[in-house]
């Protein structure tokens, strides 16, 4: 307690750690390349179902399907990962 009777702020200074705008940029980069595969991936494995309905090779058929729902999976894991990379940075600076 201070004198006049309020708690003083006192915390970490986490904006003398260096590298914190670094990792936003490794992460973010990385992350970014892993949503462009994930949406390539759900692009051939959308197109392979098609082809593989359209000419009875229900083989083909279910195994693209299968990739399909991996790849949007994927995608969805690595968009949640971003947003939660960055939220953790935000908190992480601000406490």
Known sequence: MTI?????????DFGAVGGSSQLRAIVGALLTYGLIVAVLMIVIC??????????????TASKSKTGLFVA??????????????????DVGASL
């Open 46 to 59: 959308a197109a392979t179902w098609a082809i593989g309905s359209a000419h009875g090779s229900w083989q």
């Open 72 to 89: 949007l999976g994927g995608a969805v894991l690595t968009g949640a990962a971003l947003a939660w990379t960055n939220w953790l940075l």
């Open 4 to 12: 006049s009777g309020l708690t003083p702020l006192v915390g970490p």
